[in-house]
Every structure is written in structure tokens, then in C-alpha cells.
């Protein structure tokens, strides 16, 4: 199983584990290499950005590998889980499971340190450090279209169109830190479903270029 981390992190920082169960194979997989483990279903909107972002909190301090599912993207896993469990579908979803049965489920606004806390404490053990939790490889997509734009390869309306698009896309499974990184460009992609149009020119929020430059050097 791949371990994705921010590879930026101090080396002796340890990784959560976090896997994109993109099929139903995958999910199968990841249950029997991971006795302990839970699946968490992502959706594209706030309950999903907060329910992670209070999972996110726990992971930190708690060993468990996670497997997440984007639903709109993985859909075929995501119906997989519910075949197998019996449980209803619902997105944001956290399922932990202990040799592949599951032994708790939580949904939506409920996803909260209230709820999750007790669980942790009884069934999954503590880490020695803190943990850093990154997902899909951590922030190098956005490197890449960032120098893209840099070098002159695209247009301010195309950069933009790209990069809001893409943080539409994974906005929801980013740390909070990365999250608040990747926001100060174009702002919250949650505000923009209903299409780009909303976002007037990129030219309003300032001058593009050293904001890009200046991001760019914080992401290292």
C-alpha cells in the first residue's frame, strides 16, 4: 500500500496513512492489509471539509490507516463499502473497521470531536509523535500549474480556470493548513459551483503574478 505524506515535513515527523480507494478492489485490498482501519466518504461540500478536517484532528494523534473515496469520482467503491457493510450511504462518511467487519459509523454534521473522541480512546492506539496528514501527493499539482503560469505557458483566465477547478476537486480532503495555502488565490472553490463566470476577472483580487510567486516560495 502507498503511504501518502507531505514531503516537505521533518523526516522524523511519521505519516499518516491515507489511501484513495478508487475501485472496489482497492477497497478489499486496503481492508486486508489493514486490520485496524477506516474508510472515509468524501463528498464536494462543507460537511465533507469539516467532518475531515475533525478526523484530521484525531489522526495526528491516533495510528489508524484511512482509506478515503471521493464519491462523486469513485462511485463503484463507494457502492462497494455499502454492499459489503450493509450500511447506508452517506457523504461525508467515517467507517472503522476492525478484520474487515465494520464496528462504527458516523455521517454528516455528526462527524464531530464529541463523537469521535470516545471512539479513539477505546479502539485506537495512540501514536508516539503527531502526525502529518496530506492526501494525493501532497501540493506538487499546484507547484507544477503555478510555474506553468509563471512561464508565461498560460493566461491569467486559464490559469485560473485550471487552478480553482482542481481545488474544487480535492478542497475538501486538504489539511486545514493547506487548505488556508491554497485558498489565498481565488478563495473558497465551494463558492463557485455554481461556474467560473462568479469569479470575475482574476485581475480583481489584486495583482496575479506575485501572488503566485508568493505562494509558490511558501510551498517550497
Known amino acids: 500500500m ?14 499518516q496513512v491515507l489511501v484513495p480507494l478508487t475501485t472496489p478492489e482497492a477497497v478489499d485490498t486496503f481492508l486486508k492489509d489493514y486490520p485496524l482501519a477506516a474508510v ?18 484525531f489522526l495526528q494523534k491516533h495510528d489508524l490507516p484511512v482509506g478515503f473515496i471521493r464519491v462523486v469520482d469513485w462511485r463503484p467503491a463507494s457502492n462497494h463499502v455499502a454492499e459489503l457493510t450493509g450500511i447506508t ?28 473522541a470516545p471512539v479513539f480512546t477505546a479502539h485506537v ?10 492526501t494525493d501527493g501532497g501540493v506538487e499539482p ?9 512561464d508565461g505557458q498560460l493566461s491569467d ?5 485550471q487552478y480553482v477547478n ?19 488565490l481565488f478563495g473558497d472553490p465551494d463558492a463557485y ?20 510567486e508568493a505562494l509558490l516560495a511558501e510551498l517550497g
Open 166 to 184: 482542481m481545488f474544487r476537486d480535492d478542497a475538501s480532503l486538504r489539511s486545514q493548513r493547506e487548505f488556508e495555502a491554497l485558498s489565498r
Open 157 to 161: 483566465w486559464a490559469f485560473q480556470d
Open 89 to 116: 450511504h452517506h457523504s461525508p462518511q467515517l467507517i472503522l473497521f476492525q478484520d474487515g467487519q465494520p464496528q462504527f459509523e458516523v455521517n454528516n454534521w455528526d462527524i464531530t470531536p464529541e463523537v469521535l
Open 40 to 57: 472515509f466518504k468524501a463528498g464536494t461540500c462543507h460537511k465533507t471539509m469539516q467532518g475531515f478536517g475533525v478526523l484530521e484532528t
Open 125 to 134: 492506539p495512540a501514536r508516539a509523535g503527531v502526525a502529518t496528514v496530506a
Open 193 to 212: 459551483h455554481g461556474g467560473l463566470h462568479q469569479l470575475g476577472a482574476p485581475q480583481q483580487r489584486g495583482d496575479l503574478r506575485p501572488r503566485v
Open 2 to 15: 502507498t503511504q501518502t505524506q507531505d514531503t516537505h515535513s521533518d523526516a522524523a515527523t511519521p505519516a
Open 142 to 150: 499546484y507547484r507544477r500549474l503555478m510555474r506553468a503560469y509563471l
